[in-house]
């Protein structure tokens, strides 16, 4: 079965660094997104991507964040300048069309600021 | 970006009982909704859709009061497999993307 690759599992980065998380969606999905669940918390919209730019963003999504299809396979979520409350899972999320259905989430980063 | 409300758990059931989950939702425009599944420090998966007519899936239903704007999913016959959280979904209407509740905990113990 098709899935969607997120690397690192695991990233720790101490306050203020920058860190690009990785990610490889399903080959033929055309809308890619970025999700993320801070411990204990629900999961939360970040940003939707697609025809290889933001679509929709939420309010967190601010200058702080970018996203990028450098190439055909890799979708990656830039974090400047990170912050303690930054800590957090972030996955990664594909589908083939803005249906639910098809829609894959890897199995997440966890991001831990120092 | 309107919120989706759920039970906030965690329900503790031994195996073989039945338990319901309820969520709402506050977005009246909202079209297409579901229940999602999550184990600890993992991914969400898909469970189920929710239709208004009511669906079943094996030992799940899942049901939706548009006028209420209510959704439940209902587990009978718990196995030790269905602990995990069970999270209410609605998709954005006019975009693709999620919008989850929360969450509800089920713990099935033997």
Partial sequence: EPEVTQTPSHQVTQMGQEVILRCVPISNHLYFYWYRQILGQKVEFLVSFYNNEISEKSEIFDDQFSVERPDGSNFTLKIRSTKLEDSAMYFCASSPSTSVYGYTFGSGTRLTVV | ?110
Avoid: H
Wanted: charged share 20%; hydrophobic share 30%; net charge neutral.
């Fill in chain 2, 1 to 110: 970006r309107k919120e989706v409300e759920q039970d906030p758990g965690p329900f503790n059931v031994p195996e073989g009982a039945t338990v319901a989950f309820n969520c709402t939702y506050s977005n009246s425009a909202s079209q297409s909704f579901f229940w999602y599944r999550q184990d600890c420090r993992k991914e969400p998966k898909l469970l189920m859709s929710v239709y208004s007519s009511g669906n079943e899936d094996g030992r799940f239903t899942a049901q939706l009061n548009r006028a209420s704007q209510y959704i439940s999913l209902l587990i009978r016959d718990s196995k030790l497999s269905d602990s995990a959280t069970y999270l209410c979904v609605v998709l954005s209407p006019g975009y693709s993307t999620l919008t989850f509740g929360k969450g509800t905990m089920l713990l099935v113990s033997p």
